[in-house]
Nanobody, 116 residues
């Protein structure tokens, strides 16, 4: 069974940095697409950053230039480096993976809180 386990969340002051990790229980070559989503209280879950098997990336406009998604195939891990954090980045961050066969998976989420 595929499992995605996030880590790296926490409390940070505005302007600070965090790096989130998403460790998969299987080779991440299994996935056509992996991404980080976030959900703030009272808001819909939104895509933050995504990366394809080929390494192509895309970002939400609100995080462009501040966040970087990357993958380490040997470690079966996807990362989200978050710099210049803002209070509005506060949310639960979820790892997501999609297989070309149509199956998709979610992690349990990790809380990121940015204080002003």
């Amino acid at each position: 069974q595929v499992q995605l386990v996030e880590s790296g969340g926490g409390l940070v002051q505005a302007g600070g940095s965090l790096r989130l990790s998403c460790a998969a229980s299987v080779s991440i070559f299994s996935f056509d697409f992996m991404a980080w989503y976030r959900q703030a209280p009272g808001k819909q879950r939104e895509l933050v950053a995504g990366i394809t098997r080929a390494g192509n990336t895309n970002y939400a406009d609100s995080v462009k230039g501040r966040f970087t998604i990357s993958r380490d195939n040997a470690k079966k891990t996807v990362y989200l480096q978050m710099n210049s954090l803002r209070p509005e980045d506060t949310a639960v961050y979820y790892c997501y993976a999609f297989e070309v066969a149509g199956r998709n998976y979610w992690g349990q989420g990790t809380q990121v809180t940015v204080s002003s």
